[in-house]
């Protein structure tokens, strides 16, 4: 199984201080580059986010994904900023945008409620297996951070179920990962990131996007 380098949130920061710098933005992003959403509704940070990421190529070329965690969304994009796709996402059972140095290595049974958050950050993802034998998209190897089709183990969760109201108010269940709908996973993520694997941005939640993004911590599961 490959290791991946864990990405700086302080790159995270630097984007978001630049979305926020408002006139700024346009002196370093054509004002003609933005991404295509496809009619689809997104928030002002996912869109803001995903022109900045357009405009400015940082990327550079390769497909990307940006986790909206105040909505429980995520949107997959091609190289270009097309949309690809779009599909509610089940995120960390606790709000916060930082996860404890070493979640990584504990025991799930070990990992307190208030523990199991899904840290914001970008990451530069790549295709693996889980202990399972299941291919998912590491974000964070070390921190046992990924994107991967719903667990459906524990029938008490109700996971599927979550994914499918209308509500983003009870997406809130995983232990830091982001779960998708398993065909979301199949149709698009796969397809489009197994190539040449991407970039992930997992927006935060309680920080306002203008603030820097420190690095504290790998994520968790």
């Given at each position: 199984m490959r290791r991946l380098?864990?990405?700086?949130?302080?790159?995270?920061?630097?984007?978001?201080?630049?979305?926020?710098?408002?006139?700024?933005?346009?002196?370093?992003?054509?004002?003609?580059?933005?991404?295509?959403?496809?009619?689809?509704?997104a928030s002002p940070e996912a869109r803001s986010l995903a022109d900045w990421v357009v405009g400015t190529g940082d990327t550079r070329g390769l497909p990307f994904v940006i986790v909206d965690?105040?909505?429980?969304?995520?949107?997959?994009?091609?190289?270009?900023?097309?949309?690809?796709?779009?599909?509610?996402?089940?995120?960390?059972?606790?709000?916060?945008?930082?996860?404890?140095?070493?979640?990584?290595?504990?025991?799930?049974?070990?990992?307190?409620?208030?523990l199991r958050i899904t840290p914001a950050g970008r990451f530069e993802a790549g295709f693996g297996?889980?202990?399972?034998?299941?291919d998912i998209l590491w974000l964070d190897y070390d921190g046992a951070l990924s994107l991967h089709r719903v667990a459906t183990g524990n029938l008490a969760e109700r996971r599927p179920q979550r994914l499918a109201t209308a509500s983003a108010l009870d997406n809130r269940i995983s232990y830091g990962c982001i779960n998708v709908p398993a065909d979301f996973f199949d149709d698009v993520i796969l397809p489009l990131l197994s190539p040449a694997d991407g970039i992930v941005y997992i927006l935060p939640e309680l920080r306002p996007l203008g603030d820097p993004i420190s690095l504290a911590g790998p994520g968790t599961r």
């Open positions: 380098k864990p990405s700086s949130l302080a790159r995270l920061g630097l984007c978001l201080a630049l979305l926020a710098a408002g006139p700024a933005v346009a002196q370093v992003a054509p004002a003609a580059a933005h991404a295509d959403f496809a009619g689809q509704p965690k105040i909505e429980a969304r995520v949107f997959a994009f091609d190289a270009s900023g097309r949309l690809v796709g779009s599909v509610p996402a089940l995120l960390g059972l606790a709000r916060g945008d930082d996860s404890v140095p070493g979640i990584g290595s504990r025991r799930l049974a070990d990992i307190t409620p208030e297996r889980n202990l399972a034998g299941q």
